[in-house]
């Protein structure tokens, strides 16, 4: 799980994603622009379904505090609304709560 929070940090996921209008987009760009393991979905679809939202939460916060001078482990604050609410990143999306503008 380090290395796929490492290689694709889902704060900066998050972060890109609200140019999107579907989580499953920004999956769609890290499975075949970045090479994201196929079987794992996508980072967005992984973090939802595999290890859960606060589990990532947790992870993020703890390499930011070994870290503090990067921002590439800071947790968004998408992360963190979703982790409060206790929804998935697809829930929130499909529940109007977020207005994407989608650039794609």
Known sequence: MRLFIARNPFSAVVS???SSSDPS???VIYLYGYG???FRGGPLFWADNDVGLRLVLDK???YFKMHPNSEY?????LLKECVGLGVTVQAYYKSGRANPKSKL
């Not at 482990?73 to 604050?77: C, D, E, G």
């Open 16 to 18: 890109s994603f609200f």
């Open 36 to 38: 994201f393991p196929a």
């Open 73 to 77: 482990f800071r947790p968004s604050k």
């Open 60 to 62: 993020l916060e703890g």
């Open 25 to 27: 987009d920004v999956d």
